[in-house]
């Protein structure tokens, strides 16, 4: 016999005899659950005169709440346990004897407290731990929620009211939708207010932004790593963004900037509802709803052979376009006053306005960087400002000087698209109150806009209405 054969055999041989010494008290059962041997203690604690009294009774008759027999049965031990006898309460732990073979022959019950209280302390920790997993697991529910919702998307203009309202229609069903859009114009705004606004607006919504992960790591990002797939990985593997968002919506920005052998691993994952993750032999299912953006010309790509045919008709069921910031000139005023009110909020600053003036000189930049770079002069402008209302001169200090020739144009150049769709308008409102003959309502109704949008643009655009 080697010499671990004998530790063994060895601590097999004390452990009885350890933890008879040890704990209040013990006891062994044979197959049918009848005693055959019981420590000294073990009667003092349960009242009974002598142990060789009980020898051969069914447990149940001795310890009415006894779950030996279920021990014997299953042949699954219950590690820590409260039973109950009489008026008393005892901490227990039950563990099934094997035989050479692996059979159960039988078991064996300790008590190790003869007062549950004094589990208080592990209790608290275990209580404890619990805890702070939920507040973890909250915590982490909490930022795959949407921050944002319809009421974020500013504008009350017609490009953006109907978007909105497109936008809405594609929240009450579970399509793929494809979002368009230049960079800045609040493609991921609108996807967190669809998914807000949907079925799912309890279940995740997770985004990932394509044109941020490096390409070797996408496939790993999307579907996730088994268990010891290579060397390095964590070692129980890690989720992949499928799985997160299964039930939800998973938002997949810059779709455009997708390898095209990603998009084929993609469409099957859309087509089929399964995918394998990465260094695992098994298909996961899953159930999600997919948005996608991209700033980038789809068809022009599609027609060029980098990206792939299918799969943009896989996502191209719904289609919405996020107009331009120079295209939404009517939302100016209401925009930039959503703004600098957000912006002094999150910088701790006192209310500050932002005059008409000021919104007209807003008009006549281009906006490449839209909303985005919009924000951007705001903020800027409130820093460099120490007055209560942003004026014409606040912004002209800090928008980029290139724009700013747009303002006024050399003899001869060509305006710049926001000034002549200024200029459009104000002619197009000037002659729509003069055969209304200053009658706003009149007007707003030829122009097919409510009213409160004709006053906006009056006071936005500086068109004098005595003269009208």
């Not at 303002?407 to 002659?431: C, D, K, N």
Request: charged share 25%; proline share 4%.
């Amino acid at each position: 016999m080697t010499l671990s054969e004998d530790l063994r055999r060895l601590a097999s041989d004390t452990l009885l005899s350890h933890f008879a010494d040890y704990c209040e008290g013990a006891v062994i059962v044979d197959r049918d659950a009848r005693i055959v041997w019981m420590n000294d203690s073990y009667p003092e604690r349960l009242g009974i005169a002598l142990s060789s009294c009980v020898i051969g009774q069914p447990i149940e008759q001795v310890i009415p709440n006894s779950m030996m027999r279920q021990v014997v049965h299953s042949g699954q031990a219950i590690m820590l346990d409260i039973m109950e006898y009489g008026d008393r309460a005892f901490v227990v732990t039950r563990l099934p004897l094997r035989d050479a073979e692996g059979e159960v022959v039988g078991a064996v019950g300790f008590m190790l407290y003869d007062d549950p209280s004094r589990l208080a302390p592990l209790m608290a920790r275990y209580q404890r731990l619990r805890s702070d997993l939920a507040e973890a697991r909250r915590k982490l529910a909490e930022a795959r929620r949407t921050k944002y919702t319809f009421a974020d998307f500013v504008g009350a203009g017609a490009a953006s009211s109907a978007l909105k309202q497109a936008a809405r229609r594609a929240a009450r069903t579970t399509a793929p939708v494809l979002i368009l859009g230049e960079t800045g114009t609040g493609k991921e705004l609108l996807a967190q207010a669809i998914h807000a606004a949907g079925a799912r607006s309890e279940a995740p919504f997770v985004a990932v932004n394509i044109a941020a992960v490096p390409e070797t790591l996408l496939e790993a990002e999307f579907f996730g790593v088994a268990p010891g797939a290579y060397t390095g990985a964590e070692r129980g593997g890690r989720d992949g963004k499928f799985k997160l968002a299964d039930g939800g919506t998973l938002f997949l920005d810059e779709i455009g900037d997708m390898s095209p052998a990603l998009q084929a691993k993609l469409l099957r994952t859309l087509q089929e509802g399964e995918y394998e993750p990465v260094g695992s032999n098994r298909l996961a299912t899953v159930d999600l709803r997919v948005i996608a953006a991209t700033s980038r010309d789809l068809e022009r790509m599609v027609a060029e052979g980098s990206f792939r045919a299918d799969l943009y008709y896989r996502l191209n069921v719904i289609t919405l376009r996020t107009p331009p910031l120079r295209e939404r000139l009517e939302d100016f005023a209401l925009l930039a006053d959503y703004l600098v009110d957000q912006i002094c909020r999150l910088r701790s600053m006192p209310p500050r306005g932002i005059s008409t003036s000021a919104v007209n000189r807003l008009c006549r930049h281009d906006w490449p960087g839209n909303v985005r770079e919009l924000r951007n002069v705001l903020e800027r402008a409130l820093l460099m400002s120490d007055s209560e209302t942003l004026e014409a001169d606040d912004i002209a200090a800090v928008i980029q000087p290139a724009s700013s020739a747009a303002a006024e144009p050399a003899a001869g150049a060509p305006l710049a698209i926001a000034e002549v769709v200024a200029r459009a308008e104000r002619e197009a409102i000037r002659s729509a109150l003069h055969q209304c003959r200053g009658n706003k309502a009149e007007a707003a109704r030829r122009l097919g806009i409510s009213r409160a949008a004709l006053y906006e643009k009056i006071s936005g655009l500086g068109i004098e209405t005595a003269v009208c």
